[in-house]
């Protein structure tokens, strides 16, 4: 069974889908500078400057068949209180664990949060890797300290 949700005194999780575009769009792209540098972030292609709205919302349709086939699991990170996105957490199966979440062994996890949270990022690095622990079955998970 894939977690729905994770609830903290700060924030919650909720899988991320198309109907976040907006906001999504709004946290990330007033970030861009943050999140390329934040742990697990440095030297990848997102986020693009140049991406529209209308690109992340084939972004989120994908995350959300990844999070329908099992092969991936995306989370918008939501202020608790409110309904603002202020963050992400991508896990994904590590690439030499095919199949989705039956079978797996290992996840390669990346997060981020807006820039005017960023005193939240180690309370989210640390309540997802506690929740990796306690509520998933990865024996190994590859998430770039805090």
């Not at 989120?60 to 209180?81: I, K």
């Not at 992400?88 to 039956?102: E, Q, T």
Request: some cysteine.
């Amino acid at each position: 069974m894939v977690p729905r949700s994770l609830v903290c005194a700060s924030f919650r999780l909720e899988p991320l889908g198309p109907e976040h575009n907006e906001g999504d769009y709004r946290a990330w792209t007033s970030s861009i500078s943050h999140i390329r540098a934040t742990p697990g972030f440095e030297g990848r292609p997102w986020p693009q400057s140049d991406m529209t709205l209308a690109e992340n919302l084939g972004d989120l349709q994908r995350h959300a068949s990844d999070f329908a086939a099992r092969s991936g699991f995306t989370y918008t990170v939501r202020a608790v209180g409110s309904d603002e996105i202020i963050g992400c957490v991508y896990i994904y199966p590590a690439a030499d664990s095919a199949g989705g979440v039956s079978g797996v062994s290992g996840a390669a996890v990346r997060s981020w949060v807006s820039a005017d949270r960023a005193s939240l990022d180690v309370v989210l690095y640390d309540a997802v890797s506690r929740w990796l622990r306690s509520a998933w079955p990865f024996t190994e998970v590859r998430y770039a300290p805090r």
